[in-house]
């Protein structure tokens, strides 16, 4: 048995001593382990209301059995604060079992109290898991870099696995941040979503998905229609029974690929708050046994803290929410995708020939709550696609060449052997004339 586990039982078989203490004061506890122990404290000094009681007698009389003098003063302090927690997990878990116990209706009222004590049960359980944040010597803070620069001796380390994120934002994506994938509607941000995941999924890196405004199933179609290169349209208008059994036998193969991956989990959760997204995120990482992992929430405006009003305007709010959200991040270590719309105000301008499409490419001022949802990202990708504006707007023969333009680029392609191929289909440059098909130009553009 070690030192704690004999610590912990003193603590929990002592009769006689009365648990007088809440916690130690920071200052306070080094000050009266250096001291020895020789004269006990005649106050007491309580850091909150929540943590444990303990034995000052009982602290003393450890201490002295189980070190010695000249013993590291990190070590006795370490010891102490799992005792700490070990206590503090007891408590919680007694005070849930009394709220069980007292329930009689199982109404709202007592099920929110069940489950107000069992959230307190969780976090006491995940702070023994938590980073911890502590002032650093220059010696200190390189000997953390000096861990993390080795770890890139085998290239980069977080990756988005496609070569235009990648090669967009260098540090990837990595723990304790996050970024935003901003559109109008229509132009495809779910279907972005999936395809990012995807990578993620095939590369077994761990991604947890919030899929807030779309339903599951419509999700999972496209997430098919993705991974079989089957067209969406395929998954929903099915033509006879042999398409069908054919569809079937595919959807089949696929999610027995699945099935391999255990680092995939999904959400439909409406009404999300930022509390119920840290549960789902310990609940994670805990299976996972690990920490890191990216987060993606489509749409990161649906979380109740991002959407309502407490004090304030609702851009204070958000502006508070993302800072929570960032700071979330920082404490459990993972990173985080947030999908936002852009204002409706970024496609009143008329739209009369193929030239007037590039009126309607989005800047960062047109999303919603701009200033404040931009407060801590590091990175804002806007997506814009000029043929979903053609078709909108203009008659088909209005934008004829971007098919054909479209269509001479995926030929030039069709033989390459890695079979990647990032094509902006429909942007134009100047005049869609101007665009040459040019194999390196092509490429280019």
């Not at 870099?145 to 080795?150: G, K, R, T």
């Not at 193969?253 to 509390?275: A, D, I």
Request: aromatic share 12%.
């Amino acid at each position: 048995m070690n030192k704690i586990e004999t610590f912990f039982l003193e603590i929990r078989e002592d009769k006689t001593s009365n648990y007088i203490l809440n916690c130690l004061n920071h200052i306070l506890l080094p000050l009266f382990f250096l001291s020895r122990f020789v004269f006990l404290l005649p106050f007491f000094v309580f850091h909150n209301f929540y943590l444990p009681l303990f034995s000052l007698v009982l602290i003393d009389n450890h201490l002295n059995s189980q070190y010695k003098e000249g013993d590291n003063i990190s070590d006795i302090i370490d010891d102490v604060k799992k005792c700490h927690t070990y206590t503090k997990l007891s408590m919680r878990l007694s005070d849930a079992a009394e709220v069980y116990n007292r329930i009689d209706a199982f109404d709202e009222k007592e099920i929110n109290e069940l489950r107000e004590a069992l959230d307190k049960v969780e976090d006491t359980l995940s702070s023994t898991n938590q980073q911890e944040f502590k002032l650093k010597t220059a010696e200190e803070w390189g000997n953390s870099y000096n861990e993390e620069f080795e770890r890139r001796k085998d290239g980069k380390i977080y990756k988005f696995f496609d070569k235009v994120l990648d090669n967009m934002i260098v540090e990837g994506p990595t723990p304790g941040g996050g970024g935003l994938i901003t559109a109008s509607t229509g132009m495809g941000k779910s279907a972005y979503c999936l395809n990012m995941i995807n990578n993620f999924i095939n590369n077994d890196i761990p991604c947890l998905y919030f899929t807030m405004e779309m339903s599951e199933i419509n999700t999972y179609d496209r997430l098919m229609a993705i991974r079989t290169k089957i067209p969406f349209k395929n998954f929903i208008n099915i033509q006879n029974t042999e398409d069908f059994e054919s569809l079937k036998q595919t959807i089949k193969e696929e999610q027995e690929k699945l099935k391999k991956n255990k680092n995939f989990r999904v959400c439909e959760n409406p009404s999300m708050s930022l509390k119920d997204l840290e549960n789902y995120i310990k609940k994670f990482q805990q299976e996972m046994g690990q920490k890191y992992c990216i987060v993606i929430i489509d749409l990161i405006t649906m979380i109740k803290e991002f959407s309502s009003v407490d004090k304030g305007s609702l851009a204070n709010s958000i502006e508070i929410a993302i800072n929570k959200l960032n700071a979330m991040s920082k404490t459990l270590g993972f990173h985080y995708i947030g999908v936002a719309q852009l204002n409706r105000t970024v496609e009143q301008d008329k739209v009369i020939d193929i030239k007037d499409i590039q009126k309607l490419r989005p800047t960062r001022a047109a999303i919603k709550n701009s200033g404040a949802l931009l407060e801590r990202p590091r990175y804002s990708i806007s997506l814009f696609r000029p043929y979903y504006y053609a078709e909108t707007y203009l008659n088909p023969e209005d934008y004829e060449d971007m098919e054909k333009v479209g269509a001479a680029i995926l030929k030039e392609f069709s033989d390459r052997k890695d079979n990647q191929m990032h094509i902006a289909y429909g942007t134009m440059i100047n005049e869609i004339k101007e665009v040459s098909r040019s194999y390196k130009e092509a490429r280019m553009a």
